[in-house]
């Protein structure tokens, strides 16, 4: 190469390093802060020992320690938190530039540099506060250090930087060890093999070092991570290890916002590159290409072998051997060249293409967004008033609370304490606190399965009070309670007998008023018997509707808020189920008619309606009566 080519392909790679930058930064504030990356700044917006100790994350402090130090000068705005990551990901796209060129040659290293700019999943977490982005430049800074070192290397320079990056990677993820192992399984034995006995005691001394340092962490955190260890054993099976390099080399090809045909395709495009990367390799002896090998295979083996005693899985766990991933199908792409030359633009075209179809997923499609918790708490603060409450569940979500809080409304973590949520004080609590507040709102956060599985909190607030909202938020829910309901008692106001579907029968109603202005709530309660066992989980649709039959009026959930579904129903069972209707604004003065009924959500197929002493045919709906709107 020229000394002209050489500074067309530096001003290449420059390029390259600039699109990494431009992708990581656009639309990185797009997406809401989520769970892990609100606790990554809550516990780093504490003091610096907290931030440090163990007990305070399952993972190592490095991460934590690094944005301490970011928060304090730029504060935590979703732009500036996540711009650290941007930056540690754009890092990464030079390291893999000189790993590739050490290990495969400069056209490889360049091909590679390109796939990591533009790689969805990394790109995905170079936009997300949280500790992966780091451990993947780390790990790959340190395998490209092993490879200098191993080779003949006095430079002191050279194995500090080894040193450095491999601890810094250890004390940010703990699969960091998975990549020491890797370098050790190839670099022990070249070495052994050439009988280098004067380059292999300072490479097991540097082993050494690295073990030592790290005790001190270890002797801090194992008795946190011993109480977060599972044992499910089952797990070590074939298919698990199937599943786990599946859904890995799927994140990694496709990332995680395309559709699962149009991933399989794209997996499928970059798993050839990487086998032809893997059949190019056959007869060579240098260590490097191996060392890389070693760097894809060995930690996808150990995180298989350690998933029994994980709680879970997920595929990010293994971004930090993306970059391994990439330099294979890099190089099978370049060995395609070999066979007949436009073969290796023609595959890097289409793995270029597949990455940026991954690309436009995530930048575009809402259905991907990691979750929408700012989104959320920004509706309660449009509609709240003065004096409601907010009652949250899951104390998990109280980093992402502070985070988003709405001033101006007293919060109530629920569970609150160690007894359990069926505990007769939680009743009491949330007696006190609706008679603080006429209307709250329930936040449940992550799986309700796990802290509420009975729907105890649904429960008690609809059976007190009256649903008035209900929405999802991707990684929450919200609902919202006026805390009174139409009945005071079991008495039925309005009797009437109308069953649906054979099925259910609704034995009457009462209502809070009869006339109503806009903007007003008016509530309503029903009364559902079931007439025999039922199957499906229906919804109840209760909508107030104008002359022209327009909803100026609607509430639809399942019964009693949806923690008493109709498939939990006990034949003969009498279920008082409580709405409250908020009149829309713009309803104009007149008669309105109250109309109930159910539906499979699935299809939004309504239960038909008939007279259960005519059998009569009524239609899909009851009517209820008339609501008279009046002007305010």
């Not at 023609?346 to 967004?369: E, F």
């Not at 505990?423 to 603080?436: G, Q, V």
């Not at 639809?556 to 009149?583: C, F, H, I, K, M």
């Amino acid at each position: 190469m020229t000394g002209a080519d050489a500074r067309r392909f530096r001003l290449g790679i420059l390029l390259v390093v600039l699109l990494a930058l431009g992708l990581r930064l656009y639309a990185i504030d797009r997406q809401d802060i989520w769970g892990d990356e609100a606790f990554s700044i809550w516990l780093s917006s504490q003091p610096l020992p907290q931030v440090v100790a163990g007990g305070a994350d399952t993972h190592p402090p490095l991460y934590p320690f690094l944005l301490y130090l970011w928060l304090r000068p730029v504060g935590s705005s979703p732009l500036a938190v996540r711009f650290l990551s941007a930056v540690i990901g754009t890092l990464t796209v030079p390291v893999i530039y000189l790993l590739g060129r050490r290990a495969f040659g400069l056209a490889t290293g360049g091909l590679a540099a390109l796939l990591v700019a533009v790689s969805p999943l990394l790109t995905y977490y170079s936009q997300e506060t949280r500790m992966y982005g780091l451990v993947t430049l780390l790990t790959a800074a340190s395998v490209y250090w092993a490879m200098r070192v191993s080779q003949r290397s006095r430079s002191i320079g050279a194995w500090a930087a080894y040193l450095l990056t491999t601890l810094g990677g250890a004390y940010t993820h703990y699969y960091g060890f998975f990549v020491i192992l890797a370098e050790n399984l190839v670099i022990i034995p070249f070495l052994l093999c050439r009988r280098r006995w004067s380059d292999l005691g300072p490479w097991l001394a540097a082993q050494g070092t690295i073990a030592l340092a790290y005790l001190p962490w270890i002797a801090v955190q194992s008795g946190f991570l011993s109480g977060k260890a599972s044992a499910r054993f089952d797990e070590w099976v074939l298919s698990a290890a199937l599943r786990i390099a599946r859904q890995t080399f799927t994140t990694f090809s496709a990332g995680l916002a395309v559709p699962s045909a149009a991933a399989w395709v794209i997996t499928l495009l970059f798993l050839i590159a990487v086998v032809a990367g893997l059949l190019g390799l056959f007869g060579r002896r240098q260590p490097e290409p191996w060392l890389v090998v070693a760097y894809l295979t060995l930690p996808l083996l150990l995180a298989w072998a350690v998933n029994p005693i994980m709680p879970f899985f997920y595929a990010r766990y293994l971004l930090l051997i993306a970059p391994a991933f990439y330099l294979l199908a890099a190089w099978g792409v370049m060995a395609w060249g070999h066979l007949w030359r436009p073969m290796s633009a023609v595959g890097a075209l289409l793995l270029l293409v597949g990455s940026g179809y991954g690309l436009r997923g995530y930048y575009t499609d809402d259905a991907y967004l990691k979750g929408r918790y700012g989104q959320m708490i920004a509706y309660v603060q449009a509609n709240a008033r003065p004096d409601d409450g907010l009652i949250l569940a899951n104390q998990l979500q109280r980093p992402l609370f502070e985070y988003y809080r709405a001033d101006g409304l007293d919060a109530y973590f629920f569970p609150r304490y160690e007894y359990p949520l069926e505990d007769p004080r939680t009743a009491r609590e949330l007696a006190t606190i609706a008679t603080s507040h006429p209307r709250l709102w329930l936040v449940r956060f992550g799986n309700p399965a796990e802290y509420d599985p009975g729907g105890y909190l649904s429960r008690w607030l609809t059976t007190h009070g009256s649903k008035a909202y209900f929405g999802g938020w991707v990684d929450a829910d919200l609902s919202l309670y006026v805390m009174t309901a139409a009945a005071a008692d079991d008495t039925i106001q309005h009797p009437l007998h109308a069953d649906l579907g054979d099925q259910v029968r609704l034995l009457g109603y009462a209502l809070s008023a009869e006339r109503v202005a806009p903007g007003d709530t008016l509530l309503l309660t029903l009364y559902w018997q079931a007439l025999s066992p039922v199957v499906e989980r229906y919804t109840v649709f209760t909508h107030l509707l104008d002359a022209s039959e327009q909803i100026r009026a609607q509430m639809d959930s399942e019964p009693q808020g949806g923690s008493l579904p109709t498939d939990r129903w006990t034949v003969g069972q009498v279920v008082q189920d409580n709405y409250a209707l908020s009149v829309s604004a713009d309803a104009r003065p007149g008669p309105h008619v109250l109309e109930v009924g159910m539906y499979l959500l699935e299809t939004l197929e309504r239960l038909p309606v008939r007279d259960p002493d005519s059998g009569t045919p009524l239609g899909d709906r009851v009517l209820l009566g008339t609501i008279e709107v009046v002007a305010p």
